[in-house]
Each structure stands twice: as C-alpha cells, then as structure tokens.
C-alpha cells in the first residue's frame, strides 16, 4: 500500500479517535453537574432534604471559613432538616458558576462562586455571594460531596466576582487538564 493511500486512513482515525475522546470529557463533565450542581440546585428551589441529603458521601466533612466550624455530614445535614422542615421557611434558590476543576476517574476539584437569592418580607429579591471549594468522589455511579468549603471572604464575593467565573456548562473555560 503507498503511502497516499495510508495518509487518509491514519487521518480518519486520528478525527475519530479525537471525537470520541470529546465526546466523553463532554460525558463527564455533564455527569458531575448534573450530579452536584442540578441537584444541589434542586433541592435549594424544592426545600427537598432527601435530594440534598443524596448527593454527600456518608465521609463528608463541612468547612464554614465564615463560621469557623468543621462539621461531619450527619450534623451538617440534620441542619438542613430541620430549617428545611419549619413551615415558614422559603425556597433560596442557589445558582453556582465555577473557574477551576481538576478531575480523576474517582475524584473532582471544584471551585467557584454561589449565588443565593433570598425574596425578603416586603418581597425584594436579595442576594447572597460566596466562594467554595468541593472534593466530589465517586460513589455508586453518582458524584457525591466528600468536602464541602465555602466562605463569603468577610463579605468580600460579590456580583462581579460571581460574574466573572464561568457557567458550569463552560467546562472547556474551567477544566485545568
């Protein structure tokens, strides 16, 4: 066979090889937002515990920078429970955008920027901004929070920091490989 003949055959499978690999970065990272990020949104709009409660590994392990607490998952999610179950409480939907994500087969590094909107008693829309940080890890097929950091920097994240990081469908933006 010459080497014409070999040039077109090595380049279409070169483009095919580079299309599917593609196709499963872009597999992947949808898994991991829909997996965190749909969810934990989710749960945040429908006040929904058992969603919340699902998408963190037994092992999590919360960081409050504001709050200066380190708490385990079952006192983490049980303070979850109980503001999620009083009869006044409100939806706070929460939107996030990230600028950094390092990826294994089992793990993930996340970090971003959250948006809570908050609808006060005289009905004015308010938001609330912090920066996190979150370890996910495989766990029977699902990405779950193994590491949950956040802090608002001493009220420092704002809009525009929010802004200025990326959507979470913007993986190419973020994804440091």
Known sequence: MSKFKIIPIVLVAFLSFIHVTIAQEDA??????????????KAFKTLDYDLFASI??????RI????????????YLKGYQK?????????????????ERVYSDSLVSDRGIYRVTYIDDNNQTKYSYGQFHVVLKMEDQSWKILIDYDSDENKTITKDNYDAAFSISEYKKYWKH
């Open 83 to 99: 503001r999620w179950s009083a009869p006044s409480q409100k939806p706070a939907p929460i939107d996030f955008r990230l600028f």
């Open 64 to 75: 409050s920078g504001n709050g200066g607490e380190i708490k385990k998952a079952g006192t």
């Open 56 to 61: 963190h590994s037994k092992e999590m392990i």
């Open 28 to 41: 992947i990272h949808k898994k991991i937002n829909a997996d965190m990020y749909g969810k934990f949104s």
